[in-house]
């Protein structure tokens, strides 16, 4: 079964940082796209950041350029989102996904549970 | 803020046939494929249609998807208790350098 598992969510001041972990069990992720896909309180999905499979291609939500960051070690088998200077804006919770991606299509077809990010002093 | 516009509700009774439609522009519907996400309370969304009209393995053949231009629809023909959740549309959109866009979600409700 294919697993993705959230980490480092928590509580930050605004202006402060934060790291979030993805590790998946069940795949290879160096064969996928991988994203992060926020969800503020009472709204909808928010697609935040991508990459490729050899993180030569890096996508991002205009809102979040420049401040966040997306890697991958895929000897972990792992992804990442490291987030400074946030905002309460950023306050959601955070899912990891697994993408296929192709010519004219791109989904999310396996998601993380999520973690939670809190921005408030 | 989102570049897909989904009414913001739906309902039916158990049985009926519920359709929602997914509006959107020439660089996300009008020029990739669309995808459907359900997401049940307190839970993470779910791939329901990916490719406009493909179904993953154990999603229900009542649900269905259809693409026309830069539309697409998502129906769910005999209606049950358990369809009721947020259900978004999405796309990759080829605008500014690129994104993932999802719809502005339409709540399902079974009376």
């Known amino acids: 079964e294919v697993q993705l598992v959230e980490s480092g969510g928590g509580w930050v001041q605004p202006g402060g940082s934060l790291r979030l972990s993805c590790a998946a069990s069940?795949?290879?992720?160096?064969?996928?796209?991988m994203s992060w896909v926020r969800q503020a309180p009472g709204k909808g999905p928010e697609w935040v950041a991508n990459m490729n499979q050899d993180g030569g291609k890096k996508y991002f939500l205009a809102s979040v350029k420049g401040r966040f960051t997306i890697s991958r070690d895929n000897t972990k088998n792992s992804l990442y989102l490291q987030m400074n200077n946030l905002s309460a804006d950023d306050t959601a919770v955070y899912y990891c996904?697994?993408?296929?991606?192709?010519?004219?299509?791109?989904?999310?077809?396996?998601w993380g549970k999520g973690t939670r990010v809190t921005v408030s002093s | 803020q989102s570049v897909l516009t989904q009414p913001p509700s739906a309902s039916g009774t158990p049985g009926q046939r519920v359709t929602i439609s997914c509006s959107g522009s020439r660089s996300n519907i009008g020029t990739n494929t669309v995808n459907w996400f359900q997401q049940l309370p307190g839970t993470a969304p779910k791939l329901l249609i990916y490719i406009n009209n493909q179904r993953p393995s154990g999603v229900p053949d009542r649900f269905s998807g259809s693409k026309s231009g830069t539309s697409a629809s998502l129906a769910i023909s005999g209606l049950q208790s358990e369809d009721e959740a947020d259900y978004y549309c999405?796309?990759?959109?080829?605008?500014?350098?690129?994104?993932?866009?999802f719809g502005t979600g339409t709540k399902v409700t079974v009376l």
């Open positions: 069940g795949v290879t992720l160096s064969n996928y796209w």
């Open positions: 996904t697994r993408d296929v991606q192709g010519d004219y299509l791109y989904y999310m077809d396996v």
């Open positions: 999405a796309a990759w959109d080829d605008s500014l350098n690129g994104f993932y866009v």
